[in-house]
């Protein structure tokens, strides 16, 4: 008897394997049952533009023409209508957010020649040494400096050097990078600050 009913799971097992591929095994779950190898994949209707509140319904005609008469007026005007709201409903003043050391591209974000305008008021405090350029004859000086401020093996100090110009150091101060441009430029290199 216990025979038998050792023999019973290899037999379904067995039927599993012809139907699945020989690699595969699923004898481990009862309730599998296995997919039709030649059933096309299901195919999902999904709307053009996903909104998780549902469709909403076309506005009043009232806030049409209150959108309508607000697209009239002048800009100053249109410019007011946003604290007034605020105001009035008592939302709080939202928080402008800091964009200051982001890279926002050629357009310098919303307002990119404001942008350059601040720029100028506000003092730099974090600086880029540059390697313009240096004696043939000072080479292997200039790459024993340059190994000397960064933390470089020979041969990436020489490779940089090789490729001037090129930046040696990034995000010092301003004395940090006047020190290195005076070693430079006592070894037979030019170097400048950015």
Same mark, same amino acid.
Do not use: W
């Given at each position: 008897?216990?025979?038998?009913?050792?023999?019973?799971?290899?037999?379904?097992?067995?039927?599993?394997?012809?139907? %699945?591929?020989?690699?595969?095994?699923?004898?481990?779950?009862?309730?599998?049952? =296995?997919?039709?190898?030649?059933?096309?994949?299901?195919?999902? /209707?999904?709307? &053009?533009?996903?909104? =998780?509140?549902? =469709?909403?319904?076309?506005?009043?005609?009232?806030?049409?023409?209150?959108?309508?008469?607000?697209?009239?007026?002048?800009?100053?005007?249109?410019?007011?209508?946003?604290?007034?709201?605020?105001? %009035?409903?008592?939302?709080?003043?939202?928080?402008?957010?800091?964009?200051?050391?982001?890279?926002?591209? &050629?357009?310098?974000? =919303?307002?990119?020649?404001?942008?350059?305008?601040?720029?100028?008021?506000?003092?730099?405090?974090?600086? *880029?040494?540059?390697?313009?350029?240096? *004696? &043939?004859? &000072?080479?292997?000086?200039?790459?024993?400096?340059?190994?000397?401020?960064?933390?470089?093996?020979?041969?990436?100090?020489?490779?940089?050097?090789?490729?001037?110009?090129?930046?040696?150091?990034?995000?010092?101060?301003?004395?940090?990078?006047?020190?290195?441009?005076?070693?430079? /430029?006592?070894?037979?290199?030019?170097?400048?600050?950015?």
């Amino acid at each position: 008897m216990k025979l038998i009913a050792r023999l019973r799971p290899i037999q379904t097992c067995t039927a599993l394997r012809e139907i %699945i591929g020989p690699l595969q095994s699923r004898s481990f779950q009862p309730d599998f049952v =296995p997919r039709d190898p030649n059933a096309k994949p299901i195919r999902y /209707k999904y709307p &053009a533009a996903y909104d =998780p509140y549902g =469709p909403r319904p076309p506005p009043s005609d009232k806030i049409v023409q209150l959108a309508e008469r607000i697209a009239a007026l002048a800009p100053e005007e249109r410019r007011q209508i946003g604290p007034l709201l605020r105001e %009035i409903l008592r939302h709080p003043n939202l928080k402008q957010i800091s964009v200051e050391g982001m890279d926002l591209g &050629a357009m310098g974000g =919303p307002g990119g020649g404001t942008a350059k305008a601040e720029e100028k008021k506000v003092e730099k405090t974090a600086f *880029d040494v540059k390697l313009e350029k240096f *004696d &043939a004859a &000072a080479k292997i000086k200039v790459i024993k400096e340059v190994r000397s401020f960064t933390s470089l093996g020979l041969k990436e100090a020489k490779e940089l050097v090789e490729k001037a110009p090129a930046i040696l150091k990034q995000g010092v101060t301003k004395e940090e990078a006047n020190e290195i441009i005076e070693k430079i /430029k006592a070894v037979g290199g030019v170097a400048v600050m950015e």
